[in-house]
């Protein structure tokens, strides 16, 4: 019998305004949790589709993605689950009113690389502080990289 691994696809969002990046504090299994938001890929979503959903369900804010980070993989020490994550850049976040957010979301949250590192305890994985390191350092790439479908 082959025993085949499988991974979880999943989708984050950097959206930068005036130094601060937008956040998510969720409850989780492991407590409340400081994530991008984020989120895996529903069938038949592209991996941008799925970014943009995500954002929107878990802040209330519509995006524009503008360009591609990163693809980075963590296994979860919690349950031993590989994410591979694709993680975008986007502007023009719109803010919906009433926008009915994801159960688990206690609240959106703008904060500086600093406040990020003030709060280390509670980030989802390390790849919130990566992910934001690599934008930060490198910059987007095209988006296209992330977009690839037929």
């Not at 969720?26 to 991996?47: F, M, S």
């Not at 799925?50 to 995006?63: D, H, I, K, P, S």
């Amino acid at each position: 019998m082959v025993d085949y691994w499988t991974p979880h696809v999943t989708v984050a969002v950097i959206v930068e305004r005036s130094g601060k990046y937008l956040f998510v504090r969720e409850n989780t299994d492991q407590g409340v949790r400081l994530n991008q938001p984020a989120g895996h890929v529903e069938q038949g979503e592209t991996l941008a589709q799925a970014a943009c959903r995500e954002t929107l369900e878990e802040t209330g804010y519509q995006v524009s993605l503008n360009g591609f980070v990163s693809l980075t993989s963590y296994t979860a020490a919690s349950n031993g689950t590989t994410y591979f994550r694709a993680t975008f850049s986007a502007n023009d976040a719109k803010q919906i009113p009433n926008a009915t957010l994801d159960p688990e979301i206690i609240e959106p949250v703008w904060l500086s690389r600093e406040e990020l590192e003030q709060q280390r305890r509670i980030w989802r994985s390390p790849l919130v502080g990566d992910v934001i390191d690599q934008y930060i350092k490198h910059g987007t790439q095209s988006l296209e990289l992330g977009t690839l479908h037929r």
